[in-house]
């Protein structure tokens, strides 16, 4: 069984997210998306909020695992019994992070392929820190329907702008 991995913080997944996660899965017999529970990086959601929201977006799908981990991404999947990793590339400034990256995991665990796919075009500018920002400033899930699933816009929406009470602050 030919399993693989697609390590992330999520926080939240977007739709380029969303396309990796589609396009990478048909490759696979199992996709397994793990979410790094990372206590000391500062997040707008919780874990189980995260995995939440990724086990809603992949329901169409029929080969997803949502699963989260702590500790290294190589040990993590070498737990799961993968044998490649998957990481998505969007403009040139991602590079030298994932490279930087790829080139440690691969010290690491030579026997672990590490496999980029490219953005979709559309996607290529996308990032949870712009969706994080245009939520912050704006009121209104439509500003954030082109860039990530309904649901996330609206949890999104509702992190920044519902107070504890579940009444708009
Ligand atoms: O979505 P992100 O934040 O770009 O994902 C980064 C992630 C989770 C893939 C990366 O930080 C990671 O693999 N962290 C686990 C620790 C690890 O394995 N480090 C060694 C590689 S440098």
Redo the contacts with the bound molecule.
Sequence with gaps: MKIAIY????DPATNGHLDIIERSSRFFDKLIVGV?DNPRKKSLFKINERIEMLYEITQHLPNIEIDYFS????EYAREKGASVII?GLRAMSDFEYEF??AL??SK?APEMEMMFLMTSSKYSFLSSSMVKEIAMFGKNNLQLIDFVPETIARRTIEKYHLGSNGREE
């Design positions: 390590p992330g913080s999520f790094l500790g290294l991404t190589v990481r930087q990256m440690t995991n690491l």
